[in-house]
């Protein structure tokens, strides 16, 4: 057994990425950084303990390397490959969508009246 791995490989079998092709392209696009650094590669190699940062989804994941990986397992296992180091109030979760009002209507009031759109875009500022 080998005490390095390849990056896009280990962030495939971490479960990060869906394929190994969309890890490469992360690695090759110049948006994950290992211990600080920006990887050009996804032939990178890691080792336990090192530290990576990458974008996934509208977060930002910072994790710390625990072990390689030898398969893409299931979802428990592939967590016992690396710690998350996000800040304790960034793990609870919350969407996007539900940190701010998006000024819901009532069920089966229908759809708003020309009259009632003007209003609120004038209010939300859209429009002249």
């Known amino acids: 057994m080998t005490d390095v791995q390849r990056l ?9 990425f ?10 090759n ?20 303990g090192d530290v990576l940062t990458f974008p996934q989804g509208p977060h930002i994941r910072v994790v710390k390397v625990l072990d390689l990986g030898q398969r893409r397992g299931p979802a428990p296992e592939a ?11 960034a793990a609870t979760g919350n969407k996007p969508s539900e940190n701010r009002d998006t000024g819901q209507r009532e069920a089966g009031s229908g759809r708003p009246t020309k009259r009632q759109r003007r209003v609120l875009d004038r209010l939300q500022g859209r429009s002249p």
Not at 8 to 16: E, I, Q
Not at 18 to 27: E, F, L, Q, Y
Not at 29 to 48: E, I, L, M
Request: hydrophobic letters at 40%; glycine letters at 4%.
């Open 29 to 48: 696009g110049h948006k994950v950084r290992v211990n600080r650094q920006v990887v050009a590669k996804a032939s990178t190699t890691v080792k336990a």
């Open 18 to 27: 869906k394929s190994r092709t969309i890890a490469a392209k992360a690695c």
């Open 79 to 89: 967590q016992t490959l690396y710690e998350d180091l996000a800040p304790p109030g």
């Open 8 to 16: 896009d490989r280990w962030l495939w079998f971490a479960r990060f």
